[in-house]
């Protein structure tokens, strides 16, 4: 989206990453003229940091959870050198409008509020609200679901990615969808007889441990289809082993993250999201745009995305999921590949951005 707005707008990414971490190659950023800042945060005294975390402790187990002390809240996880220190990094680049990039990031930029006086602030919530707030959740959790739509109502907007989420707030908030942002490859011609998966191997989430077992049940019967899953993270040492116990080192293979990966859509003949959870598949629109049938776990955000056209299991379901291989492997395939590409056509990045410009400057174009 940076790169798309580029095309009109002055754009900088501010990152927290360190300069050594730069590479612009990777979403072909460096074909436009995106400003970099590389901001380190300050060291807080130790002495504040063990009372930030007493209240934080606090507020999370014991006090009651008000609007007042929300805002303790806020301060106390986000103390003033840190929050100091980025409102003035952002007060530098004097900008029209600032998108604090994920949850916690869309938190911490509402305390810079009254630091920024006639900036337009937007959150961009990237995870489902479940994930985020819901009793097994990884990375917030129910007991600062309050808190955080509390601080996300002091920016100027929050944007989420798909219509089941934005009912799950108690305030309001814009759908604007994830667009298709990678130049489809040549589209696949249905002959491989190869399942593919991509994403991080992180902790759960995109879950590559169900698909290698359903794909064990499935190989029971078929001795031709194979399954290439490309990424890399710290599951990987569990998928190979898990794929070793199950003597299948010849029909599943872990391929390392790649700049091309049109180039593994272009040579499937099936996709498979086994994700637990998401925010948006945007790898589901890759893949359709590539002429893919998707298989994928009965998401909100899935069938958002495909509509009849996926071919749902029950999340977490194994043997649900090997039923669906078996299905796909009949597909007419010509004909669903033809549905893939014009759903895929929806996500375009011009008309997305063109939400984004109306929101970012919803100021303007209201005068």
Same mark, same amino acid.
Request: net charge positive.
């Given at each position: ?11 900088? $990414? ?19 003229? $995106?400003?970099?800042?590389?901001? %380190? ?93 819901? %009793? ?9 679901? %309050? ?6 109502? %002091? ?73 290439? $899953? ?138």
């Amino acid at each position: 989206m940076a790169k798309q707005l580029a095309k009109s707008c002055d754009v900088t $990414i501010v990152t927290m990453d360190s300069i050594e971490a730069r590479d612009t190659t990777l979403y072909g950023l460096n074909e436009q003229p $995106i400003n970099y800042h590389f901001f %380190k945060y300050p060291s807080v005294p130790q002495w504040k940091k063990y009372l930030c975390k007493a209240y934080s402790y606090l507020y999370r187990r014991w006090l009651p959870q008000t609007r007042l002390t929300s805002d303790g809240y806020a301060h106390s996880s986000f103390p003033s050198e840190l929050r100091n220190a980025l409102a003035a990094e952002l007060a530098l680049g004097h900008y029209d409008a600032v998108i604090g990039v994920h949850a916690p990031l869309a938190v911490r930029l509402a305390t810079c509020r009254k630091k920024l006086p006639g900036v337009r602030l937007i959150g961009w919530v990237h995870n489902s609200y479940d994930a985020l707030f819901g %009793k097994k959740s990884l990375y917030i959790g129910p007991e600062l679901c %309050k808190h955080y739509e509390w601080q996300l109502q %002091k920016l100027d907007g929050t944007v989420v990615l798909c219509n089941d989420d934005a009912q799950k707030y108690h305030f309001p908030v814009q759908v604007i969808y994830n667009p298709l942002t990678l130049k489809p490859g040549r589209p696949a011609d249905g002959t491989s007889k190869k399942f593919l998966a991509v994403g991080r191997f992180s902790r759960l989430h995109k879950g590559f441990d169900l698909l290698i077992e359903a794909f064990n049940i499935f190989a029971e019967q078929n001795k031709e289809w194979t399954l290439d $899953i490309v990424g890399e993270g710290v599951e990987e040492p569990l998928y190979r082993k898990q794929i070793k116990n199950y003597k299948l080192e010849e029909r599943i293979t872990i391929h390392p993250f790649t700049n091309n990966i049109q180039s593994y859509y272009s040579q499937a003949q099936v996709y498979v999201l086994s994700s637990r959870w998401e925010g948006f598949g945007l790898v589901l629109v890759e893949a359709m745009a590539h002429g893919l049938p998707v298989i994928s776990s009965d998401l909100p955000t899935s069938k958002e995305i495909m509509g009849e056209f996926g071919l749902y299991y029950v999340n977490g379901d194994v043997n649900g999921m090997a039923r669906r291989m078996h299905e796909a492997t009949q597909l007419n395939w010509t004909e669903k590949a033809k549905e893939a590409i014009e759903i895929a056509q929806r996500f375009d990045i011009n008309t997305i951005s063109q939400q984004w410009h109306r929101l970012l400057f919803a100021s303007e174009s209201s005068k």
